[in-house]
């Protein structure tokens, strides 16, 4: 035993030394196969010193072991991503024919209802359970103050949902319930003439508009407008209808203002014409706010509770899960999320497909079951391998 080995042998024993300790964690195979010779010759010698220090010493910081394997680091995971947890987001416009690619919003497109069924039949045969409908009315004068095309039986949502339900009989229909894509100001309720949102009428017409969805036979339907007291105005107006029993309420319950929905507005076309959301969408730095809001949606009649964005508030996930024990918590991750992400796997940052992974591991981490995402389509496949 030379004197080098000798202490390179103490410093592998030594659980206070530094540099092995750092070593040890970074170390890869050709690494370890470069040191082979030294540390067994090492290990020769310690072969009997090292029972002792196993006895005697601590050995609760020795977690290796428990996730070298691929799988046992999957154990590691109290939730694991499934296909039946991904709510895919369409944007379905009045332009019937149409497939058009929005620009900040990397594989998206906005489809007309003719190209529904050709391009959602491959998602839906290799495994996809859910979609979540936004509506785009592009047509000249179909906007108004009350967002009166919301509801229009003739609408793109309506008959979308009509026709997800009879040409794919096990996809689950969300359909987002706003009034944003259909006011001509732009804004996610009705307007006093000094440009506030008036909750009350908002709350009545939104009810409607949820209603209109579920009749026609949305599974979910999800409100997004954050008006006060809109949850509890759902639940009833589907109790009077009596199809309370089969129509899930989804409460957009934690909504943050902020600069990551620029995609989702190109996409819908629902910018504000003046002014902003922050009135009704939670300030950022709103963790207790955010806690009443669930709160009071939980006690409204919510189902499913969301919060939205995702990835920046993954704090507020955790607060849904433990407010709402008892129910699923969902999250959106939201377009500006996955426009970053594909923007910095572009720029060599890091790869895609594993940091979308990363992302949404994260997210259910925190406590979410339910992932609303753009990358569906890819996870559908990422997770058939
Ligand atoms: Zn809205």
Redesign the pocket.
Same mark, same amino acid.
């Given at each position: 035993m030379s004197f080098s080995s000798l202490v390179q042998d103490l410093s592998l024993r030594d659980p206070n030394a530094p540099r092995r300790r750092g070593d040890a964690s970074v170390s890869t195979i050709d690494d370890r196969a470069s040191r082979t010779s030294h540390i067994s010759r090492a290990m020769s010698y310690a072969s009997t010193a090292a029972t002792s220090v196993s006895i005697s010493g601590d050995i609760s910081s020795q977690l290796h072991g428990g996730y070298a394997h691929p799988l046992a680091r999957s154990w590691q995971a109290e939730r694991q991503l499934t296909k039946s947890m991904l709510i895919y987001p369409l944007f379905v416009s009045d332009n019937d024919d149409e497939e058009v690619l929005i620009p900040s919003l990397p594989n998206q497109y906005r489809r007309g209802i003719n190209r529904l069924v050709p391009f959602l039949e491959p998602l839906v045969h290799k495994g996809l359970r859910s979609v979540i409908l936004f509506g785009v009315p592009l047509k000249p004068g179909t906007k108004d103050a009350l967002g009166t095309a919301a509801d229009d039986p003739e609408g793109p949502v309506i008959r979308s949902i009509r026709l997800l339900r009879q040409r794919f009989p096990q996809l689950y229909i969300t359909v987002d319930v706003?009034?944003?894509?259909y006011t001509s100001h732009g804004?996610?309720g009705i307007l006093r003439d000094d440009g506030s949102l008036n909750n009350q009428l908002s709350v009545d017409r939104i009810s409607d508009v949820a209603l209109a969805y579920a009749k026609a036979g949305a599974h979910c339907v999800a409100p &997004?407008?954050m008006n006060d007291g809109r949850i509890r105005a759902i639940k009833l107006k589907l109790i009077e209808e009596g199809i309370v029993h089969r129509v899930t309420l989804m409460s957009y319950a934690a909504k943050f203002s902020g600069c990551l929905y620029g995609p989702f507005r190109d996409a819908a076309g &629902?910018c504000p014409s003046f002014g902003d959301?922050k009135c009704y969408q939670l300030p950022p730095g709103g963790r207790g706010l955010a806690r009443r809001a669930i709160v009071r949606d939980i006690n409204e009649g919510a189902d499913i509770i969301m919060v939205k964005p995702a990835s920046q508030y993954l704090d507020i996930i955790s607060d849904a899960k433990e407010l709402g024990k008892d129910l699923p918590v969902a999250a959106y991750q939201v377009s500006g999320e996955f426009a970053m992400i594909h923007a910095a796997a572009k720029a060599g940052v890091f790869d895609l497909k594993a940091m979308a992974f990363e992302a949404t591991e994260g997210i259910l981490r925190a406590g979410a079951t339910i992932i609303i995402s753009y990358f569906v389509p890819e996870f559908l496949d990422w997770l058939s391998t």
């Open positions: 706003c009034l944003c894509e804004h996610c &997004s407008d &629902s959301r």
